[in-house]
């Protein structure tokens, strides 16, 4: 073995097919019974219908390597992601945009006026400085919008007072003064044809690459554990960081997630794929049909999946989501960054390997430039 991988998510597998492909062979381990990390996914058995099991993957770049890499092992079908949110009863389009400003403000602006209006609400706090997610969010909607659409939502999310998030959080949500209410503003964006699975089967599918299921790194009574093999060979480590070092410095804090899953006897549950719920009296975040990924795949007619997705924080037994990335948190992660440089011949990457919130294609995109910058000089 030249390379052992831990964890088989985005991450890990990018790393593998590129190390793979240049020649070394690579073990991936994961100590899950799947490949693919969270964004595995799976087919309902009653129904057929495709199951993200860890939350809803939607695929989204602006990066033409990236874009061009993922390409090698999928096709990608034209799916636009548009997300609706429910506050009070009423249905409002995401993100933020002109059609939900007027229907909040029961008014037919036009985007100057709106503009306007929102400027005038928004002036408590200037964008540039703000200090937190709660600033930030003011500063770009205004209150009355702040607090309809991401107050409530987000401390369900976050359990964590908005003014104790980092302003970036938010900064994924975009606010438009058009109709447009795609979700993503990236240059590309899909779903994989065949699924989720079938692509990450197709970058670990390479001869000199083996994939150890059911292992895990920190459990010394199988032979790819960390104390035997740190020190030995290159390693890529994409579980939590704070885990590898026995919480030495302290826990990180991180959001996990559950999910109800139900088969519903009719054919469209709620019209659309994912609906958030935006008040403090629902108790899940927002339910996701998988049915509506795929309107282009042979569903059953009469038969529907719905997930409810609940937020919380997580303890040691549960799997870590989100960083929440407290004030505190980041203190710590300094200490971590610390202990990892003077790790031997140990890279950390992916979203809790590095403690960061990326997305797939960030996580894709980091991976190919540790390749490259980092770990082929290593190998
Ligand atoms: N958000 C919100 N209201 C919404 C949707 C999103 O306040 O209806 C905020 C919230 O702070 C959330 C962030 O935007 O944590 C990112 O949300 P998104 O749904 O994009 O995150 P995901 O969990 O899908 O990565």
């Known amino acids: 073995m030249d390379l052992l991988v831990v964890g088989s998510g985005f991450f890990g ?30 087919a309902e058995p009653e129904t057929g219908i ?104 987000t401390a369900k999310q976050w359990q964590t007072p908005t003014t104790e998030l ?28 065949d699924g989720y699975t079938a692509w990450l089967e197709n970058m670990a599918d390479h001869p000199n690459i083996e994939v150890r299921l059911d292992t895990d790194f920190f459990d010394e009574s199988q032979p790819l554990n960390k104390k035997a093999l740190v020190g030995t060979v290159p390693i890529v480590y994409t579980g939590p960081v704070d885990r590898y070092f026995d919480y030495a410095e302290g826990e990180l804090s991180w959001r996990t997630l559950d999910f109800e899953q139900e088969v519903l006897p009719t054919g469209d549950f709620q019209g659309t794929s994912v609906m958030n719920y935006a008040g403090a009296d629902v108790p899940y975040t927002r339910i996701h049909e998988f049915r509506h990924f795929h309107p282009e795949r042979d569903y059953p007619a009469d038969k529907t999946v719905v997930m409810r997705e609940y937020s919380r924080f997580a303890t040691r037994d549960d799997e870590p989501y989100y960083p929440v990335n407290t004030p505190e948190d980041r203190d710590r992660l300094l200490k971590y960054r610390e202990l990892s440089d003077r790790e031997d011949r140990v890279l950390f990457g992916g979203r809790l390997g590095t403690y960061q919130y990326l997305d797939m294609h960030m996580a894709i995109g980091s991976a190919l430039s540790m390749f490259n910058n980092k770990l082929s000089e290593l190998l």
């Open 50 to 153: 495709e199951v993200h099991r860890y939350g809803a993957h939607l695929f989204h770049t602006s990066n033409e390597t990236v874009w061009e890499y993922v390409n090698r092992f999928t096709k990608f079908t034209g799916y636009q992601h548009k997300v609706y949110s429910n506050f009070k009863g009423e249905v409002y389009p995401l993100p933020i945009n002109l059609g939900t400003i007027n229907q909040f403000f029961r008014a037919a602006y036009g985007p100057d006026e709106a503009r306007a209006l929102i400027a005038q609400q928004a002036e408590e706090f200037d964008t540039k400085q703000a200090k937190n997610l709660e600033e930030k969010g003011i500063s770009l909607i205004g209150r009355p919008l702040y607090e309809a659409f991401i107050r409530d939502y």
């Open 166 to 193: 980092p302003a970036e959080v938010i900064s994924r949500l975009p606010v438009r003064y058009t109709y447009d209410n795609r979700y993503f503003n990236d240059t590309h964006e899909g779903l994989p044809v």
């Open 13 to 42: 597998l990018t790393i593998a097919e590129r190390a793979a492909s240049a020649g070394k062979k690579v073990v991936v381990i994961d100590r899950r019974s799947h490949i693919g990390g969270n964004a595995y996914s799976e």
